[in-house]
């Protein structure tokens, strides 16, 4: 049993894997055909003085929202292992759980133990959302300053057209 709980674990992470590679993959097709075409603009508008600044300033614009793609990447992953990790967790609790219930030759016994099982299945939730919340917020505080970073940047280097 303990086998196939660590095969579906496996599993579940190799699937939050490979959707988080794909939505990797869209962002930075996305963020290049973007590029392409801010190119183009520049391009056929002709690229110098203000245009070529202009130009630039998508340019860092795209980097800025790709650095914070990432950022959001990397935090859907967090946030994404720590459920595949309850899951795996609670599995292995109901499943000793099962075993203690089996166990019982009363029912008072029984009771005791299915209620300790309920308070430990919340205990083991609010602790799970309190992990996720304080990741999430962890992960919107670091993309907040990656974007604010990076838009500053080209703020400071190309004034804004009138």
Do not use: Y
Request: hydrophobic share 40%; net charge neutral; glycine share 6%.
């Amino acid at each position: 049993m303990a086998r196939n709980n660590h095969q579906e674990s496996e599993t579940a992470r190799a699937g939050v894997r490979d959707a988080t590679d794909r939505a990797e993959d869209v962002v930075q097709t996305g963020i290049a055909a973007a590029r392409r075409v801010a190119e183009e603009f520049g391009r056929v508008l002709g690229v110098g003085g203000q245009n070529e600044n202009l130009t630039r300033q998508a340019s860092q614009n795209l980097e800025a929202i790709t650095e914070t793609g990432s950022v959001l990447i990397r935090g859907f992953q967090d946030v994404s292992r720590e459920w595949l990790d309850l899951m795996q967790e609670r599995l292995r609790r109901n499943a000793e759980g099962m075993t203690k219930l089996a166990q019982c030759r009363t029912l008072p016994d029984f009771a005791a133990v299915q209620s300790d099982l309920a308070r430990d299945n919340l205990n083991q939730i609010i602790d799970l959302t309190r992990r996720v919340a304080e990741k999430s917020m962890q992960v919107a505080e670091e993309a907040a300053k990656t974007i604010t970073a990076e838009t500053g940047k080209s703020a400071g280097r190309f004034p804004r057209a009138a």
